[in-house]
């Protein structure tokens, strides 16, 4: 009988309240009940932050859990540090370090999501970035889906992505995904599950908090980063798993329309892991079913992500010595 493979993640809903635990706040482990900062915070007031969402997958049968590319994810952040003139004392493999820590004190054994986040600690009311005092946490919490895994319905929102220029694309800035959450609500509100944005030049960007995918008579295509996009770590995971499946890609601008007549359409993000979408603007994608080259990219990335491939255990830390 052949392996059943799971393609999404069990586990509590991402709206559930975060109560307890232990996380890494002003240089040590202590429980997230001590790790609290003032109103009158710079980051809590103006957005000055920026932060990485990692996913960390149980596997029963190992009984591992397995941090998903977190050397990547703390690179991506330090990088968003640099735009915003945050000093971080510490590296990547320190900051996955203590993440191992953090995880293996908290005994999880499911499904879960981490949350770094550095951040201008200053009580002050000046705009600026300069000058202040910054601070790096890092907190954990278990969780399932962020969005159900198939069959999604999306809609080109009215609100635009943010620009570059306006606001850093490849930074996960705080402050930023005021963007993010305005489209998000308007395409919930309007019986949607996801909303899809577009750039200052009236072409696809990416979806409210993923990167996005269609695919065209057997040709997987997705955006480019010049187009205001985030430099997704699960986007160029998917073209490593295109790569090993033999699907042909292309990253190139996609215009509106092509959405209308693409074969199938996918969301790629550590929180959206790879989510379908079957319609768009009230219009099917394909035969309104998830496509075949999703499907195969769903089951190997299932795979890989729970140490179940070995081609990919590259992208894992075990956090229970092995």
Known sequence: MAQVVATSAQGPSPKQEIENGYCFFKGQIVPLADANVNISTHALNYGTGCFEGIRAYWNEEQEQLYIMKGLEHYQRLLKSCKILKIQCPYTAQQLLDY???????????????????????????KVTLSGLRDEVAIFAVPMGDYVKTEGLSAVVSNWQRVSDNIIPSRAKVTGGYINAALANDAATTDGYDEAIMLSTDGQVSEASSANFFIVREGTLVTTPITSDILEGITRRAVLQLADALGIPYEVRAIDRTELYVAD????????????????????????GTTGPITEQLQALYGRAVRGQDERYRDWLTPVYGE
């Open 99 to 125: 993440t191992v820590e953090i995880l293996a004190k908290n005994q999880y054994r499911q499904n879960v999501y981490i949350r770094p986040l550095a951040f201008k600690a200053s009580q002050v009311i």
């Open 264 to 287: 199938e359409m996918f969301l790629a993000g550590t929180g959206a892991q790879i989510a379908s979408i079957t319609s768009v603007d009230r219009r099917p994608v394909g035969d």
